[in-house]
């Protein structure tokens, strides 16, 4: 039983997975707000060039 106690693998695992899903949040909302200005620079361009 106190080896089972003592067992952190688990835990080292979960904040492993944490610090992952906050990083995949960060570069997706990232990503999202680049493409959002990109979009809206080339819609700008285009309507200048015509």
């Known amino acids: 039983m106190k080896q089972f106690a003592a067992n952190s693998c688990g835990a080292t695992a ?5 610090i ?3 990083l995949s949040n960060m570069i ?3 990503v999202t707000s680049v493409g959002t200005k990109l979009v809206t620079f ?3 361009m285009s309507a200048n060039l015509k």
């Open 14 to 18: 979960i904040e492993y997975a944490l």
């Open 28 to 30: 997706l909302s990232g």
């Open 42 to 44: 080339f819609t700008t």
């Open 20 to 22: 992952a899903r906050l």
